[in-house]
């Protein structure tokens, strides 16, 4: 609490002043533009590494950023993140979802050992609200993770926008990343798919209204990745791909 109280004085002293004024300008008319669901690992920060200012668009964050699947949820059961979507897509008319997953995500590392019946079973879903959550809403890409046995040169087939709209993954086809972190990627993409069940969505999605992307984070050196449809993997946004990953989007996602 130290730290945060310090941390506040100097906003007042530095920050404030810029912060107000931008409030002021998008308060009777603010335009997000996307709605960004990432993990609450605390050292992700996407609007430092997106440089998005205040009003650039709403961010959901949990353990793991699981969007669950419509499945779960029957009459008024639901959660925060389906009801990030209504607010941001439906009321807000945002044309932009995007799931950022990252690397040496505590969840992930968790979800992956979860493929032992051990660890999630019954009694350690009842003591671990966090397990609980996995099992539930991870189980999806963990089953798809596993059915690929290791070997990731290997397609993975995943639903996008609309059933008939699927894509084509290869999932770390370099092999730079450990075996939790490709696990990650694949639970990012899972996202997407889940995204899409919603039936709210479905008229916006069909229509190519609304747009779901793809970014992973490298934690360890600060490198951002896009999932490229065309290129079926995740590819680094840096100088050499940024105009050829813009050029694909403006084509099939504006």
């Known amino acids: 609490m130290d730290k945060i109280l310090r941390g506040i004085m100097r906003y007042r002293v530095l920050d404030r002043a810029i912060m107000v004024k931008q409030f002021q300008e998008v308060r009777d008319n603010p335009v997000p533009k996307a709605i960004f669901y990432t993990c609450m690992d605390s ?3 996407p609007t430092r590494f997106t440089e998005t200012c205040v009003g650039d668009m709403f961010v959901v964050r949990n353990a793991g950023n699981l969007v669950p699947h419509s499945e779960h949820f029957i009459d008024e059961m639901t959660s925060c993140e ?3 979507l209504e607010l941001s897509c439906i009321i807000n008319d945002i044309r932009h979802v995007i799931v950022c997953g990252h690397s040496d995500c505590k969840a992930m590392n968790l979800l992956y050992k979860l493929k032992s ?10 003591i671990s609200p966090l397990k609980s959550w996995l099992c539930t809403h991870g189980q999806t890409s963990l089953k798809k993770f596993l059915k690929m046995e ?11 926008e609309t059933p008939q709209r699927k894509f084509v993954a290869y999932i770390d086809p370099e092999n730079k990343f450990c075996i939790e972190d490709k696990l990650s990627q694949v639970n990012t993409l899972q996202q997407l798919q889940n995204i899409a069940s919603y039936g709210m969505l479905k008229k916006r999605l069909e229509k190519h209204d609304l747009h779901i992307h ?13 999932f490229s449809r065309r290129a079926k993997r995740f590819i680094i946004i840096d100088e050499s791909t940024y105009e050829c990953i813009l050029a694909e989007i403006r084509r099939y996602y504006s």
């Open 43 to 45: 050292r992700m920060i």
């Open 82 to 84: 389906p009801a990030g």
């Open 117 to 126: 019946k051990e660890e999630s079973s019954v009694e350690q879903r009842r």
């Open 150 to 160: 290791g070997d990731f040169d290997k397609p993975m087939l995943f639903t996008g």
């Open 214 to 226: 793809a970014l992973w984070f490298d934690i360890y050196t600060g490198d951002i990745y896009y």
